[in-house]
């Protein structure tokens, strides 16, 4: 090799681990900054008023988003009721039953879904639910949220238990076992690692919703009671407080955008645990 | 697809139970019998007109180049093919006079036991690997025996014995291999079919299945395919030499390694081609 030659490979190598390197630098960096971001600007708004009390009209100290907190948590778990078992169930009919004609369609159709702005759900639960029920609740709001968790959760189940092994379904099928056993019993639990961190993913992204709930749950400044009254989450609280006048909702809508990405933390925290110690018990 | 009168091979019918080979081992009852059977890959004629007759707590040993259809065949006979899409079978297959292609497909595969070229263990402990089997299948008696039994008869226990609950993944791919035998025995097979078990194994793994091999064949009929002639001379009693989907010739194994009545056979042990 001449040294020219030897020269020009050393520096294109230079260059791309520089492009390389910094793009992925730029990556960290921007999850950094919102964190970094997050915290500069809310943190200071953050005490146990906080989490504790219900919002105070502007002015009065103390008040909080408690009622918000629990209002995502109710509208995050009804919209996994809803969405999750869906998700997975049909993700296990794409890679496990499905003929191509009809795994086509529903790959197509769920990707489809998965383009459909967020508003246009909104829309689609405040006509389906809202209306007939001429009331603003929970229900709605975690209908909608369940509608945008679906082909998440479709896609994700279906990617990873195609990546168990032929050979596993065919061990099974080789000792007797049925389509439907090999599946539940081999194929599921081979790839459970994966299908659930899928359905935190799917929960993460529907967690910082807003515009689906903006006519379905509406919001609150009061607790919720029950499943069918409007309800306060805190990515409309948010939204309200941020385009608000006052330099004190300001840095409580700061503050929230903390909250929610703390509480989507711990729940991804939580679940790769509880995942780990299953997989632990199993092995 | 089964033709029911398609038997009239020279094995048919009662006198049958009797094994191919009247020079080799005349008094062997046929366990496996195979007659006219074709088979298809979409249009694809993978096997053409097939006879043989598998003799009963005897290693038959199929050997053949790459893609002559070896493993295709070992498939038919527990009627793997059926996971894959657009195959088409015709012929009869017979499990003891019972038609394969008629049978429950849970209970032909108890009684016919699969191993495959790549060790395959579940990703789940060596007890529950074993115990898989047993517990879909529902067989009777205490399950711990029937994994330690399992184990045992693969010549696996003494190595395992106390790490019954370690993932099956930290064994090494000789220990898998035995496994996936253990766990293949778990459900009392009458036929055990090998698919070139050791392809993927060191010389040592290889030796200790094939020994392990030997002491099976009390409680079980073995089909093996193998790439490898010199374990088929070592391992089988009867083998199978396949060429394009035919079955160009059937002997007892030692005939068709030193006179082999096919110039094709002798073509192919001999290294001249495949």
């Known amino acids: 090799m001449s040294a020219a030659r030897r020269r020009w490979r050393k520096i294109s190598n230079l260059v791309m681990l520089t492009c390389t390197g910094l793009c992925a630098l730029l990556a960290v960096g921007a999850m950094v900054a919102i964190l970094g971001f997050l915290v500069w600007k809310g943190a200071g708004a953050l005490n146990w008023d906080f989490f504790a009390n219900l919002p105070a009209p502007v002015g009065v100290p103390g008040g909080g988003m408690a009622n918000a907190i629990v209002g995502t948590g109710k509208l995050l778990l009804l919209a996994s009721l809803f969405g999750l078992p869906i998700g997975l169930l049909s993700g296990v009919y794409l890679a496990e039953f499905g003929s191509r004609p009809s795994s086509f369609v529903i790959r197509y159709v769920t990707d489809l879904l998965n383009g459909v702005p967020s508003i246009v759900i909104g829309i689609f639960a405040y006509a389906v639910i809202v209306l007939p029920m001429k009331t603003f609740s929970t229900l709605a709001g975690g209908f909608a949220l369940g509608v945008m968790m679906i082909p998440i959760a479709v896609r994700s189940t279906e990617e990873s238990l195609r990546t168990v092994p032929p050979g596993l379904r065919e061990a099974s099928e080789a000792l007797g076992a049925s389509r439907t056993t090999t599946v539940v019993r081999v194929v599921v639990p ?12 799917a929960l993460a992204r529907v967690a910082g919703e807003t515009a689906p709930l903006l006519f379905t749950a509406f919001g609150n400044n009061d607790w919720s009671s029950g499943w069918m009254r409007p309800i306060a989450s805190l990515p409309v609280m948010i939204y309200n407080y941020a385009i608000s006048p006052f330099r004190d909702w300001h840095r409580q809508a700061w503050a929230a955008g903390l909250v929610l990405l703390g509480l989507v933390l711990l729940a991804n925290i939580a679940a790769k645990l509880l995942i780990g110690r299953a997989a632990e018990a199993e092995y | 697809m089964a033709a029911g009168g398609v038997r009239g091979v020279p094995l048919a019918g009662a006198a049958a139970r009797r094994s191919a080979e009247p020079e080799g081992k005349p008094e062997a009852v046929t366990r496996i019998e195979v007659s006219h059977l074709n088979f298809f890959y979409g249009a694809r004629q993978a096997l053409h007109d097939i006879n043989l007759a598998v003799p009963a707590n005897l290693v038959t040993a199929l050997i053949g180049p790459s893609g002559c259809g070896k493993s295709t065949f070992l ?40 191993v495959f070229q790549k060790p395959n263990p579940f990703p789940k402990s060596v007890f529950d690997n074993v115990a898989y089997g047993p517990r879909i299948n529902g067989i009777e008696g205490k399950l711990s025996d029937a994994v330690e039994r399992s184990l045992r008869r693969a010549a696996l226990w003494d190595e395992v014995k106390d790490h019954l609950q370690k993932s099956a993944y930290a064994l090494s791919g000789g220990q898998q291999q035995r496994l996936c035998i253990a766990r293949a025995l778990a459900v009392n097979p009458e036929v055990l079919l090998l698919d070139e078990p050791c392809s993927a194994l060191d010389p040592v793994s290889t030796a200790k299945i094939e020994e392990l091999l030997f002491g099976l064949k009390e409680s079980c009929t073995i089909v093996m395919v193998t790439h490898n002639m010199q374990q088929a001379a070592r391992v089988s009693e009867y083998a199978a030499f396949l060429l394009d989907g035919r079955m160009i010739e059937y002997a007892p194994t030692p005939r068709l390694f030193t006179t082999p009545s096919d110039p094709r056979t002798e073509a192919y042990i001999t290294g001249r081609f495949g």
Do not use: C, K, P
């Open chain 1, 190 to 201: 081979a790839s459970f690692r994966a299908v659930l961190t899928g359905m935190m993913l």
């Open chain 2, 75 to 114: 498939r038919t006979l527990n009627r793997m093919y059926e996971t894959q899409r657009h195959t088409r079978l015709d012929g009869s297959i017979l499990l003891d006079g019972e038609d394969v292609l008629e049978m429950d497909l849970a209970l032909l595969r108890r009684r016919i036991g699969m």
